[in-house]
């Protein structure tokens, strides 16, 4: 799997452009997408066919920027179901078939849904 894709279902599911995505914008929405998307392709690592400094040039951002990112993902879907339903989603659309998954902070739902 390509960073790209995991963009792009990001951008799908958020309404958020990838142009938006990649852009230098601080609006709330657009730092939502780009958090959700790092967090995707954390929780997606063995699949994906890419160091994290990759994944972040996709976006122009530095590697660093990646863990906050998805650090503060995980304490938005530990404490909103609508944020958890969200990533839920789009990891749901990006996860091979016959696949187990494990998904650290939404694992519960994630797996009765």
């Known amino acids: ?4 894709t995991i963009l792009k279902a990001v951008s799908n599911k958020t309404g958020i452009s990838i142009e ?9 929405e ?28 996709l976006i122009n951002r530095k590697h ?6 998805v650090s503060t993902m ?7 179901n609508v944020v958890n339903s969200e990533a839920v ?6 996860i091979p078939k016959n696949e187990k998954v494990r998904c650290n902070p939404c694992k519960a739902i994630f797996l009765t849904v």
């Open 1 to 4: 799997m390509r960073p790209e």
């Open 20 to 28: 938006d995505i990649k852009s230098e914008s601080q609006k709330y």
């Open 30 to 57: 657009i730092q939502y997408a780009r958090n959700m998307y790092c967090y995707c392709c954390q929780e997606l690592r063995p699949y994906l066919s890419a160091s994290v400094k990759k994944i972040m040039l």
């Open 64 to 69: 660093s920027t990646f863990y906050n990112a």
């Open 74 to 80: 995980k304490g938005f879907i530990e404490v909103d």
């Open 89 to 94: 989603s789009i990891l749901r659309k990006l």
